[in-house]
Nanobody, 122 residues
């Protein structure tokens, strides 16, 4: 059974930082590209960041790329998203996701977590 469990969300003031974590089980983690997505109220889910199997390649949405860092620890089966200089528009439920195909394949993600709420107060 595949499980992706996010943690680290919460309430933070604008300008602050958060580090989200996603622990994976039930998959050969180092063989999976990992991604972070978010969905704000009334909006569609959007891509935030992605990281290759080894962690050597990353992708970011333009809205976060100068303020965020995605990383992974394959020994711990965990992917992280460090977000700095948070803005009210970063408020959303953040989801991690996993897929076998390469980082820039454009393929849909196979597995999703339940999400963690991030609320940025202005």
């Amino acid at each position: 059974q595949v499980q992706l469990v996010e943690s680290g969300g919460g309430l933070v003031q604008a300008g602050g930082s958060l580090r989200l974590s996603c622990a994976a089980s039930g998959i050969p983690f180092s063989n999976y590209v990992m991604g972070w997505f978010r969905q704000a109220p009334g909006k569609e889910r959007e891509f935030v960041a992605g990281i290759s199997w080894s962690g050597s390649s990353t992708d970011y949405a333009d809205t976060v790329k100068d303020r965020s860092t995605i990383s992974r620890d394959n020994a711990k089966n965990t992917v992280y998203l460090q977000m700095n200089s948070l803005k009210s528009e970063d408020t959303a439920v953040y989801y991690c996701a996993a897929r076998r195909s390469s980082l820039r394949s454009g393929r849909p993600y196979d597995y999703w977590g339940q999400g963690t709420q991030v609320t940025v107060s202005s």
